[in-house]
């Protein structure tokens, strides 16, 4: 696959998703449940819509599988998209959320492109090529101790139910560490960890739109990224680990039940 050619529907796909969004920020006229504290509103379901024309109009045989939609089975190449990470903090007006897009064929990652409209900050990676933020390329932090890390993680919709783990893990890994943020965005998580804002991220009960253009992103930033035991990472795991590598297997440890 020509990955200029991925690279330019997939940028085209978030920009015009991102002007979706813009246009209801502030505007919402409904916000609807799709579980306890699992929201979708007008903005998400449009911005799938444009996400998924432009894709179309380029690569008609593609399968798609989008966080609202569902899979569209296909040929040729696989889309990944979340129209549109950190809903919550959207139906509040917080400017922390994202378009996030990933391209992958025959299980492999090959693109990532995550847009945060309001932050005015497009991520976009390609195997074998790098990360860029506005273009510009990036790569993880140079700190090499847990104790001098900025660390980030979230909290899955069915918290109640895993608190014990949640918190113990929270607390164990804000001991040791300079702060622990809750942004409340996957995909700018990732993309964080990839230009060195954070040095290390953790999550678990994500799905694979959350997590493919940002993982794609950091790993061509050079980070490192398994599940809670050090295996290798891929989106169809429940649980995730992005470091800058250095302190890798020092937050592992802290992650241990």
Same mark, same amino acid.
């Not at 008609?60 to 966080?67: G, N, Q, T």
């Not at 959207?90 to 897009?101: D, E």
């Given at each position: 696959?020509?990955?200029?050619?991925?690279?330019?529907?997939?940028?085209?796909?978030?920009?015009?998703? =991102?002007?979706? $969004?813009? %246009?209801?920020?502030?505007?919402?006229?409904?916000?609807?449940?799709?579980?306890?504290?699992? /929201? &979708? !509103?007008?903005?998400?379901?449009?911005?799938?819509?444009?996400?998924?024309?432009?894709?179309?109009?380029?690569?008609?045989?593609?399968?798609?599988?989008?966080?609202?939609?569902?899979?569209?089975?296909?040929?040729?190449?696989?889309?990944?998209?979340?129209?549109?990470?950190?809903?919550?903090?959207?139906?509040?007006?917080?400017?922390?959320?994202?378009?996030?897009?990933?391209?992958?064929?025959?299980?492999?990652?090959?693109?990532?492109?995550?847009?945060?409209?309001?932050?005015?900050?497009?991520?976009?990676?390609?195997?074998?090529? =790098?990360?860029? $933020?506005? %273009?510009?390329?990036?790569?993880?932090?140079?700190?090499?101790?847990?104790?001098?890390?900025? /660390? &980030? !993680?979230?909290?899955?919709?069915?918290?109640?139910?895993?608190?014990?783990?949640?918190?113990?893990?929270?607390e164990r890994c804000l001991a040791v560490s300079q702060g622990?943020?809750?942004?409340?965005?996957?995909?700018?998580?990732?993309?964080?960890?990839?230009?060195?804002?954070?040095?290390?991220?953790?999550?678990?009960?994500?799905?694979?739109?959350?997590?493919?253009?940002?993982?794609?992103?950091?790993?061509?930033?050079?980070?490192?990224?398994?599940?809670?035991?050090?295996?290798?990472?891929?989106?169809?795991?429940?649980?995730?680990?992005?470091?800058?590598?250095?302190?890798?297997?020092?937050?592992?440890?802290?992650?241990?039940?």
């Amino acid at each position: 696959m020509e990955l200029d050619r991925i690279k330019q529907v997939g940028i085209a796909a978030a920009c015009e998703a =991102g002007k979706v $969004l813009q %246009g209801h920020f502030g505007n919402l006229r409904s916000v609807q449940k799709k579980g306890a504290i699992d /929201l &979708v !509103t007008e903005a998400d379901l449009q911005s799938e819509k444009v996400i998924i024309e432009t894709i179309r109009s380029a690569f008609p045989s593609h399968s798609i599988l989008a966080e609202e939609s569902g899979d569209q089975p296909g040929t040729g190449g696989r889309w990944i998209v979340d129209p549109l990470d950190g809903t919550t903090n959207f139906t509040h007006n917080l400017p922390m959320f994202c378009v996030s897009i990933a391209f992958a064929e025959e299980d492999e990652l090959l693109a990532g492109f995550v847009l945060a409209p309001l932050l005015d900050e497009l991520f976009v990676g390609l195997k074998g090529h =790098g990360a860029q $933020l506005n %273009g510009e390329p990036i790569a993880v932090s140079q700190t090499a101790d847990l104790t001098d890390s900025l /660390l &980030v !993680t979230g909290f899955p919709y069915d918290h109640p139910m895993v608190i014990d783990q949640l918190m113990t893990r929270f607390e164990r890994c804000l001991a040791v560490s300079q702060g622990v943020r809750r942004l409340g965005s996957a995909a700018l998580d990732l993309c964080y960890v990839a230009n060195g804002r954070f040095d290390g991220f953790w999550e678990q009960d994500l799905n694979p739109w959350d997590t493919a253009a940002g993982v794609l992103l950091a790993s061509e930033a050079g980070a490192r990224t398994t599940v809670f035991s050090g295996e290798p990472y891929w989106i169809d795991k429940n649980e995730i680990v992005c470091t800058n590598g250095a302190i890798h297997n020092e937050l592992l440890k802290r992650l241990e039940i």
